[in-house]
């Protein structure tokens, strides 16, 4: 990945920031520390990129990525789960809980969310099954990714010339890391799993 924005460029920028935003797994913390990084001299021996431009190119990017899952939950998000929700797990049932939770707390969940790693990528689209209004939705969208974008650039600028040695730590961390969440994942689909047929059994 860090090939690809280094060799690509702005480019590169705007693609990885969309398509995150669209519910793929790409690291977002990789890709705008190390842009931030290289926002400095200490990576090429000249910065590559201007600092606000990437953080610019970041939150526009997140806008729009976000934008796309928003509307795929909007307009297809209840024909899925009438389609395929035995397989994953979900039923009318669920999708009526998330709209109530939004009605109350959309404004919060999206804003919040949009600043915490792998949430951030999934909850335009419980989003746009609640049919949050699109212009409260794109403002919150736009806030918090400002604030998310922005601290990752920082932090890269800031590592700088240590940024080589900040990414192998962030390597060696990625394999517990990623233990931890699949071992959470698999204990929520076994909760899942035991209430699905719980309420299947009634």
């Known amino acids: ?19 995150e935003s669209a519910c793929f797994p790409i690291p977002s913390e990789v890709t705008f520390g ?29 806008l729009v990525g976000s934008q796309i899952a928003y509307e795929v939950g909007r307009t297809a998000g209840r024909t899925i789960v009438d389609r395929w929700g035995k397989w994953i797990l979900l039923s009318h049932k669920d999708l009526d809980a998330s709209e109530r939770w939004f009605q109350k707390y959309g404004a919060w969940s999206v804003l ?28 919150l969208t736009l806030i918090g990714s400002f604030v998310w974008v922005t601290l990752l650039v920082s932090l890269g600028d800031a ?12 390597h060696y961390a990625q394999t517990p890391t990623i233990i931890v969440i699949v071992l959470f994942i698999l204990a929520g689909l076994a909760l899942r799993i035991r209430s699905v047929r719980r309420t299947n059994a009634r």
């Open 1 to 19: 990945m860090q090939s690809f924005v280094q060799h690509y460029g702005y480019f590169a920028l705007i693609v990885l920031s969309i398509v």
């Open 159 to 170: 590592a700088g010339s240590n940024w080589r040695r900040v990414a192998k730590d962030v």
């Open 34 to 62: 190390f842009a931030g990084a290289l926002c400095t001299a200490a990576v090429t021996g000249h910065a590559q990129f201007n600092f606000w431009t990437v953080i610019i190119i970041g939150t526009l990017g997140s």
């Open 112 to 139: 919040i969310g949009r600043v915490l790693p792998v949430i951030r990528s999934v909850i335009s689209v419980p989003a746009g099954i609640a049919e949050m209004k699109r212009g409260r939705f794109a403002v």
